[in-house]
């Protein structure tokens, strides 16, 4: 766990769902996972997208030890998930939160459901305090914390989601699909507060998400398909290359789609243009 | 509009008040609209904004605390009014319909509603059958596989097909996309165009634009339970800033081309789809 190494590394990492749960999903024969590698240095921002069943959230699930490889290794701050001693540390180290909020929100009041992780690891109360505190002026909470968690728009609980995870000040924080039961402006929030922490706290954020949009402003886009990574790059990068998108199954955003076919009618749109703005800029400078 | 088959006028509801949590503001106030029979509209509206309240009126499943619903002549909640019937000419497909399936096969699955209608063997057999044709999933392959072997687009397709085999005149969709990757979505918007294109009225709610831009004809924006907005998807679409004070985005690509306007573009505004942007912006630029 010294500097140099990743802070998140799998090493040739396969994975197959026990027989019973993969009727439910109706996955076919295949791995979820399949001999897959990968280093994500800490401080990134990495987006993560593929089709349903890609196996994007599998690969998140193996970065807290909620799921152990079948073969091969991952590492977290150089410490191995499958050794049962390192798996507290671990789930510390990075923290998750998923499509479902209301899945991980336990307490009648928002400042005890952000202090309830804190309070079972027995840390003074005063340190307590301070860090719920802390926590709930990051998301944008603060203002709202004597209430009941059921009176929070969808947004606001995806934020009280974020804040108990943030309690524990972890190094990295997985959001796996954690914007797709959002409405749009709701979602572009969730995702200014991920930057905001990445940039403010050095947080790793892996993002994990079937929506092109959201992953244009991340450092590293990853595309997985059948439990393998099919492409790694840039956003510029990996969103130039649009058919290969769409043959992985991805909805291919308009504004993308129609400056992609500019560029080919001969009109320059800057590859780097990958959002609204951005192409309006190149269009009508 | 000549023949609406949907009327609201001045209709308003409250949730009675059964726990603390419920709060006592209106679910919807002072609504009043109509929807053309044979078309496809949508209700759009930031979550808590009263599209659920709202089209479940539709179907008798809330009865109006004021106000009148009227749906094909028929008025919701009038003394004696058969709510029986009107669920049968009013399907609804909730969220997530796939959740709600659980027989053995899918035959017995799509036949369970209009079982229930006391339909003749032959006639029951020939709706599950159609409508499963309709969904794109052949009986002959499907009808008697387990639901729970088939991908969610399918299921949610198999959900589709017990209603329709009710034969409902109007068909409500609530977040028909939601949780489809963009392959099953496109497969199922397909299949509600071709529902639309044989005259059925179809009323999708809905919060994500794109999908409202691909398939609805007709919009009405909601907003903590009053009809803010009303028109196409193109006069709607052409008003970010409205939309936005309501909680909701234009869909990315009126978006972009709102931009290309303030930036001093004259796009005009029957410019809507990829096509047409591309004609325009490719005539102008040479």
């Given at each position: 766990?010294?500097?140099?190494?990743?802070?998140?590394?799998?090493?040739?990492?396969?994975?197959?769902?026990?027989?019973?749960?993969?009727?439910?999903?109706?996955?076919?024969?295949?791995?979820?996972?399949?001999?897959?590698?990968?280093?994500?240095?800490?401080?990134?921002?990495?987006?993560?997208?593929?089709?349903?069943?890609?196996?994007?959230?599998?690969?998140?699930?193996?970065?807290?030890?909620?799921?152990?490889?079948?073969?091969?290794?991952?590492?977290?701050?150089?410490?191995?998930?499958?050794?049962?001693?390192?798996?507290?540390?671990?789930?510390?180290?990075?923290?998750?939160?998923?499509?479902?909020?209301?899945?991980?929100?336990?307490?009648?009041?928002?400042?005890?459901?952000?202090?309830?992780?804190?309070?079972?690891?027995?840390?003074?109360?005063?340190?307590?305090?301070?860090?719920?505190?802390?926590?709930?002026?990051?998301?944008?909470?603060?203002?709202?914390?004597k209430q009941s968690p059921q009176r929070l728009s969808g947004g606001q609980r995806q934020r009280l989601a974020i804040a108990g995870v943030l309690a524990l000040r972890p190094r990295c924080i997985i959001?796996?699909?954690?914007?797709?039961?959002?409405?749009?402006?709701?979602?572009?929030?969730?995702?200014?507060?991920?930057?905001?922490?990445?940039?403010?706290?050095?947080?790793?954020?892996?993002?994990?998400?079937?929506?092109?949009?959201?992953?244009?402003?991340?450092?590293?886009?990853?595309?997985?398909?059948?439990?393998?990574?099919?492409?790694?790059?840039?956003?510029?990068?990996?969103?130039?290359?649009?058919?290969?998108?769409?043959?992985?199954?991805?909805?291919?955003?308009?504004?993308?789609?129609?400056?992609?076919?500019?560029?080919?009618?001969?009109?320059?749109?800057?590859?780097?243009?990958?959002?609204?703005?951005?192409?309006?800029?190149?269009?009508?400078? | 509009?000549?023949?609406?088959?949907?009327?609201?006028?001045?209709?308003?509801?409250?949730?009675?008040?059964?726990?603390?949590?419920?709060?006592?503001?209106?679910?919807?106030?002072?609504?009043?609209?109509?929807?053309?029979?044979?078309?496809?509209?949508?209700?759009?509206?930031?979550?808590?904004?009263?599209?659920?309240?709202?089209?479940?009126?539709?179907?008798?499943?809330?009865?109006?605390?004021?106000?009148?619903?009227?749906?094909?002549?028929?008025?919701?909640?009038?003394?004696?009014?058969?709510?029986?019937?009107?669920?049968?000419?009013?399907?609804?497909?909730?969220?997530?319909?796939?959740?709600?399936?659980?027989?053995?096969?899918?035959?017995?699955?799509?036949?369970?509603?209009?079982?229930?209608?006391?339909?003749?063997?032959?006639?029951?057999?020939?709706?599950?059958?159609?409508?499963?044709?309709?969904?794109?999933?052949?009986?002959?392959?499907?009808?008697?596989?387990?639901?729970?072997?088939?991908?969610?687009?399918?299921?949610?397709?198999?959900?589709?097909?017990?209603?329709?085999?009710?034969?409902?005149?109007?068909?409500?969709?609530?977040?028909?996309?939601?949780?489809?990757?963009?392959?099953?979505?496109?497969?199922?918007?397909?299949?509600?165009?071709?529902?639309?294109?044989?005259?059925?009225?179809?009323?999708?709610?809905?919060?994500?634009?794109?999908?409202?831009?691909?398939?609805?004809?007709q919009l009405f924006v909601l907003h903590q339970g009053h009809l803010v907005m009303q028109g196409t998807p193109r006069e709607i679409f052409a008003q970010p800033a409205t939309l936005n004070r309501h909680?909701?985005?234009?869909?990315?690509?009126?978006?972009?081309?709102?931009?290309?306007?303030?930036?001093?573009?004259?796009?005009?505004?029957?410019?809507?789809?990829?096509?047409?942007?591309?004609?325009?912006?490719?005539?102008?630029?040479?």
């Open positions: 766990m010294k500097n140099g190494t990743s802070l998140i590394e799998f090493r040739r990492v396969s994975y197959a769902y026990p027989r019973a749960y993969r009727q439910r999903e109706n996955s076919q024969d295949q791995p979820a996972l399949s001999e897959l590698s990968l280093q994500i240095q800490a401080g990134e921002y990495v987006a993560l997208l593929g089709h349903n069943g890609s196996g994007k959230s599998t690969l998140a699930r193996h970065c807290n030890a909620l799921l152990l490889p079948e073969q091969g290794q991952v590492l977290i701050a150089g410490m191995d998930t499958q050794v049962a001693v390192y798996q507290r540390h671990i789930r510390d180290t990075v923290g998750m939160i998923f499509q479902q909020p209301d899945n991980q929100i336990i307490a009648t009041i928002v400042e005890d459901d952000v202090a309830w992780a804190l309070t079972v690891r027995g840390l003074p109360a005063p340190l307590i305090v301070e860090r719920v505190d802390t926590a709930l002026k990051d998301v944008g909470l603060a203002h709202l914390r959001a796996d699909e954690a914007t797709s039961q959002l409405d749009p402006l709701s979602r572009q929030e969730i995702v200014t507060l991920l930057h905001h922490l990445r940039d403010n706290y050095g947080l790793t954020i892996l993002h994990v998400t079937h929506l092109l949009e959201e992953a244009v402003q991340a450092d590293r886009v990853l595309v997985m398909k059948e439990g393998q990574i099919m492409m790694d790059g840039s956003p510029a990068a990996v969103f130039a290359d649009l058919a290969y998108l769409r043959a992985l199954k991805l909805a291919i955003p308009e504004p993308l789609e129609l400056a992609a076919r500019l560029r080919a009618a001969g009109i320059p749109i800057s590859p780097a243009a990958l959002t609204s703005e951005a192409i309006a800029q190149e269009l009508a400078p | 509009m000549s023949d609406p088959i949907i009327v609201t006028e001045h209709l308003s509801h409250t949730y009675a008040a059964k726990q603390e949590t419920s709060l006592r503001r209106p679910a919807l106030v002072d609504v009043s609209l109509e929807i053309a029979r044979g078309s496809c509209a949508a209700i759009i509206g930031v979550t808590g904004s009263g599209k659920s309240t709202l089209v479940q009126h539709f179907n008798g499943l809330l009865l109006p605390t004021s106000g009148r619903v009227i749906v094909n002549g028929l008025e919701v909640g009038a003394h004696g009014a058969d709510l029986a019937r009107l669920r049968r000419y009013v399907g609804m497909l909730f969220q997530f319909p796939e959740t709600q399936l659980f027989e053995r096969t899918v035959f017995a699955d799509v036949a369970f509603g209009p079982r229930r209608m006391r339909l003749d063997r032959r006639e029951l057999r020939l709706r599950v059958l159609q409508a499963l044709e309709l969904v794109g999933l052949p009986p002959k392959q499907y009808a008697l596989r387990s639901p729970f072997e088939l991908s969610g687009g399918q299921r949610r397709r198999v959900a589709l097909a017990g209603v329709l085999a009710m034969k409902p005149e109007i068909l409500i969709l609530d977040e028909p996309g939601v949780g489809l990757d963009a392959e099953g979505r496109a497969e199922f918007y397909t299949h509600i165009q071709a529902l639309h294109q044989q005259g059925r009225t179809v009323i999708l709610v809905s919060h994500d634009m794109a999908e409202v831009a691909a398939l609805a004809d909680g909701l985005a234009p869909p990315p690509l009126s978006e972009l081309l709102s931009l290309l306007r303030q930036r001093g573009l004259p796009v005009p505004l029957e410019v809507a789809t990829i096509d047409e942007a591309f004609r325009w912006l490719t005539h102008i630029t040479y």
